[in-house]
């Protein structure tokens, strides 16, 4: 049975690149990546890499001759808005995969991703050219996107990163609500509208800007997420006071 896996959205769906039989495909072993150099097309290449891939975290060591040797069938062909297209389907491998999953595995998806978008764009350019670059999927927040009005909103809609640490940081206020007392819950609501007070104010000052809002944000987010679950170690009164603190806001 071939081995698939999900190579990239290229044309607006999702492309499964599938690993023929060992029988069908004489793979090189350990000299893989020399194998896909001598190899005559992009075509030849980008089928012995999907037979013989070895479904590691190196796949950049052996995607990169096969997107050398595709790109160099069509890359001068493309004129300078072709090729900002192009640059934005392979962007949009980083964008899909890098944000679903973390770690080696994401960084050899996006790789097989950007390999396959090569090879599409090889095989027939025009074709190519004429898809429309995919959209990438809206950020999640803790709060509808599409109602965001102030700076701070939009900045935190504008990254992925951003929207992943505000959903962490919901998730941790939840949490601290549902473990406290009805006075607990009061002081935590009045302590948390006061620190976002505090995030606006300070990472988007109505005279001059922070250097990045975006770091300002995402530190501040995270500080707040670490003082939360620094208050749910503590018991009795200093619990209390612990979540009446405003955390410090840093725009450096």
């Known amino acids: 049975m071939p081995k698939c896996f999900a190579a990239g959205i290229v044309t607006g769906m999702l492309v499964w690149a599938c690993n023929v039989s060992a029988a069908q495909t004489t793979c090189p072993g350990a000299d893989l990546a020399s194998a896909l150099r001598a190899t005559p097309t992009c075509a030849a290449a980008h089928a012995l890499h999907q037979a013989c891939s070895p479904g590691s975290s190196f796949e950049w060591e052996f995607a990169a001759p096969v997107m050398e040797k595709c790109e160099a069938a069509f890359l001068a062909k493309l004129t300078a808005r072709q090729k900002d ?23 050899a998806d996006v790789v097989l991703c950007q390999e396959e978008v090569a090879a599409v764009y090889a095989k027939d350019v025009r074709a190519a050219v004429r898809a429309p670059v995919p959209q990438t999927p809206p950020v999640a927040a803790s709060f509808d996107c599409a109602l965001a009005r102030s700076p701070l909103e939009k900045t935190i809609c504008s ?19 549902r473990d406290a007392t009805r006075e607990e819950r009061h002081v935590l609501a009045l302590s948390e509208s006061e620190w ?32 939360l679950a620094s208050c749910a170690a503590i018991v009795g009164p200093d619990h209390k006071w612990c979540l009446r603190e405003v955390t410090p806001v840093d725009a450096k």
């Open 196 to 227: 976002l007070r505090r995030v606006a104010r300070i990472c988007f000052p109505a005279t001059g800007a922070p250097a990045d809002p975006t770091h300002c944000v995402l530190t501040a987010f995270g500080d707040r997420s670490a003082h």
């Open 159 to 177: 990254s992925r990163d951003l929207g992943d640490v505000d959903m962490s940081l919901r998730a941790d206020y939840v949490l601290a609500m």
């Open 85 to 107: 297209a192009y640059k934005a389907k392979m962007d949009n491998c980083s964008d899909v995969y890098a944000r679903e999953n973390e770690g080696t595995g994401a960084a």
